[in-house]
């Protein structure tokens, strides 16, 4: 157990879940409330969660939110574009100055997950009621902690590579489908001070975030991220007191 529990943000578009009615039925209240759910369930009072969509002022990430987040989950898919560049560059920043981060199925290709990959982050993939059997590759990693070998998802959107991101920093799992195609689905990356895992399945048509095994692999990234995350004293407070510092230091030189 932390001195404190984790303070986690998890953020969802919450759009499909209002426009579609199949995925309403799976997710009547919004995958973040599920994926919220299943955090609390699997860390208990090891952890504090709250919830943040779109349609939030400010997406519900306001400076005081995010300095207030050990780790934020993210999950987007159709409204990437609705995403303000404003609040990226602040979740950026805060991601840079030591804030844990989780990114989770299409949230690969969210501008935030871009900006911090640098890179297209794009992939194939087919929509279909496949099957995925993810393989733990790492198993000594704290992610990996608690879970079999393998384990099978019945339904899912097939991923499969070519994923154009940079060379991991560590692979935790490698997935596989019905087709043949293979897939990195749990990567881990540094950037600055802060702690990124990416984990693919969680497509919005399949109920894969009630799947126990998903909801053990979310809590054990997030107290993976949470436990390096810095929780004091970070450089920046915010993406628009980096711009200040860096024009007091120049001010300073002359």
């Not at 499969?160 to 293979?182: A, H, K, N, R, Y």
Request: glycine share 8%; net charge negative; charged share 20%.
């Amino acid at each position: 157990m932390t001195e404190s529990p984790l303070r986690v943000t998890v953020w969802g578009e919450y759009v499909h879940e209002r426009q579609n009615e199949a995925v309403a039925a799976i997710y009547p209240d919004g995958m973040h409330e599920v994926i919220a759910s299943g955090l609390r369930d699997q860390l208990g009072q090891d952890l504090a969660v709250r919830t943040a969509t779109l349609d939030q002022p400010e997406h519900g990430l306001t400076e005081d939110v995010l300095q207030n987040t050990d780790v934020l989950t993210w999950w987007g898919h159709k409204a990437h574009q609705r995403v303000d560049d404003r609040i990226v560059n602040r979740v950026v920043a805060n991601v840079h100055s030591g804030m844990g981060l989780v990114v989770l199925h299409s949230g690969h290709e969210s501008k935030l997950f871009m900006r911090l990959m640098g890179t297209t982050c794009s992939l194939r993939w087919r929509e279909s009621d496949d099957r995925e059997i993810v393989y733990c590759v790492n198993p000594g990693h704290p992610i990996a902690r608690g879970l079999p070998e393998a384990f099978v998802i019945p339904r899912q959107e097939m991923y499969g590579e070519f994923f154009d991101i940079p060379q991991p920093d560590e692979l935790v799992f490698l997935s596989s489908f019905t087709g043949g195609e293979v897939f990195r689905s749990g990567c881990c990356f540094t950037r600055g001070a802060g702690s990124i895992f990416y984990f693919s399945p969680g497509h919005e048509t399949y109920p894969v975030y009630y799947q126990k095994e998903v909801q053990q692999v979310l809590a054990n990234g997030v107290r993976w991220a949470g436990n390096r995350a810095v929780r004091r004293n970070r450089p920046f407070t915010s993406f628009e007191s980096q711009i200040d510092w860096f024009e007091n230091q120049s001010e300073a030189v002359r």
